[in-house]
């Protein structure tokens, strides 16, 4: 049986349907720090190692998509709550792994790179001198993961993550949140204050394309994998200004103006585009989606759940049929 922790965040909603279509309802656990009336779920706080244990055993747990964890910009406002559920929770589940013989799945993220990483085609050992709390917990649990693998055989697998967009939930304390607000704001309010420059260029992923990578990878043979700390992984390098540029396209009244704050640094210290090349060589890593795809699509999910969960949506009357929206997706 699989279990994720923080199962109801942005990544998580969306691989707990995607586990459960593979393996079955039935095979999926879900966890959070929230209570929930779904049927196969637990409250778990990640830091605390002997409810993690009980929930591992009562379930015969064999494999832990580790999703719990704190972002960037939340982690600057918080840098010791950043540390002890990043830290915190990511041991106790190398602990648990070792103990009981489990997969583990941890993402790691672009933020492990710092101001002086090279900022174009980052390869895939390079400096890692990063800027936040959030970036040192993604190069120390990198470290940590590659040594459960080396000393104790623990078989942990991980991308670094770019920033990721998604319609199902929203993202919440990360520096790259801006992408998935301008498209709210696109159908929701026609204009968005942006929190980076319009020159702001960083690599980024449709849900749908991270969702694949994870399974991907968790399915690859072990023996192919020569990464065990964490793998580079991108799909899409834009700017603030190109996406607004693109969503503009499908919604001409949308406008968009900047007003940088303290978010602007961290993004400052990230890299612009990635090679990946390695994941690709490994296990096969390949990216669907392109800015123009990821946008069309991205409207037109959103579009419709905006819709159906009777959010207001300007210009446009929910009692309405979907056509009287503002925005044009060509099929
Ligand atoms: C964040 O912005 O903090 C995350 C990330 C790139 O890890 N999306």
């Given at each position: 049986?699989?279990?994720?922790?923080?199962?109801?965040?942005?990544?998580?909603?969306?691989?707990?349907?995607?586990?459960?279509?593979?393996?079955?309802?039935?095979?999926?656990?879900?966890?959070?720090?929230?209570?929930?009336?779904?049927?196969?779920?637990?409250?778990?706080?990640?830091?605390?190692?002997?409810?993690?244990?009980?929930?591992?055993?009562?379930?015969?747990?064999?494999?832990?998509?580790?999703?719990?964890?704190?972002?960037?910009?939340?982690?600057?406002?918080?840098?010791?709550?950043?540390?002890?559920?990043?830290?915190?929770?990511?041991?106790?589940?190398?602990?648990?792994?070792?103990?009981?013989?489990?997969?583990?799945?941890?993402?790691?993220?672009?933020?492990?790179?710092?101001?002086?990483?090279?900022?174009?085609?980052?390869?895939?050992?390079?400096?890692?001198?990063?800027?936040?709390?959030?970036?040192?917990?993604?190069?120390?649990?990198?470290?940590?993961?590659?040594?459960?693998?080396?000393?104790?055989?623990?078989?942990?697998?991980?991308?670094?993550?770019?920033g990721?967009i998604s319609y199902?939930?929203l993202p919440?304390?990360?520096?790259t949140d801006f992408a998935v607000e301008m498209f709210y704001a696109a159908l929701q309010q026609t204009h968005y204050t942006c929190f980076v420059?319009p020159?702001t260029?960083l690599?980024m992923?449709?849900?749908?394309?991270?969702?694949?990578?994870?399974?991907?990878?968790?399915?690859?043979?072990?023996?192919?994998?020569?990464?065990?700390?964490?793998?580079?992984?991108?799909?899409?390098?834009f700017s603030a200004a190109e996406l607004f540029a693109e969503i503009q396209k499908h919604v001409?009244?949308f406008t968009c103006d900047y007003c940088?704050?303290?978010?602007?640094?961290?993004?400052?210290?990230?890299?612009?585009?990635?090679?990946?090349?390695?994941?690709?060589?490994?296990?096969?890593?390949?990216?669907?989606?392109?800015l123009?795809?990821m946008v069309?699509?991205m409207l037109?999910?959103l579009?419709?759940?905006?819709?159906?969960?009777?959010?207001?949506?300007?210009?446009?009357?929910?009692?309405?049929?979907?056509?009287?929206?503002?925005?044009?997706?060509?099929?």
């Open positions: 049986m699989l279990l994720i922790t923080g199962s109801q965040g942005q990544i998580g909603s969306d691989l707990v349907t995607a586990l459960q279509n593979r393996y079955g309802v039935d095979q999926v656990l879900e966890s959070g720090r929230r209570a929930s009336d779904k049927n196969l779920y637990e409250t778990l706080d990640v830091t605390n190692h002997q409810r993690f244990r009980e929930i591992i055993s009562a379930y015969k747990i064999d494999t832990i998509y580790h999703l719990a964890g704190i972002l960037s910009a939340k982690g600057e406002c918080y840098p010791e709550r950043c540390w002890q559920v990043n830290i915190h929770g990511l041991k106790n589940v190398l602990e648990l792994a070792k103990k009981y013989s489990l997969k583990v799945f941890w993402p790691s993220s672009i933020a492990v790179f710092g101001p002086h990483t090279p900022k174009q085609n980052t390869p895939q050992t390079t400096i890692e001198d990063p800027a936040t709390m959030y970036g040192i917990t993604k190069v120390t649990g990198e470290l940590l993961c590659q040594y459960y693998a080396q000393r104790f055989g623990v078989d942990v697998r991980s991308v670094r993550f770019p990721i199902q939930t919440g304390g990360g520096t420059r020159d260029r690599p992923m449709y849900m749908p394309d991270a969702i694949g990578a994870m399974l991907k990878l968790m399915s690859a043979d072990a023996a192919a994998l020569t990464v065990r700390s964490s793998y580079n992984l991108t799909a899409i390098s001409p009244t940088p704050d303290y978010r602007q640094a961290i993004a400052d210290s990230w890299p612009s585009i990635i090679d990946d090349t390695q994941a690709r060589q490994d296990w096969g890593w390949q990216p669907t989606y392109g123009s795809a069309k699509d037109h999910q579009a419709m759940r905006i819709e159906g969960s009777g959010f207001p949506v300007a210009g446009f009357d929910s009692a309405q049929p979907a056509k009287s929206l503002s925005i044009q997706i060509s099929q």
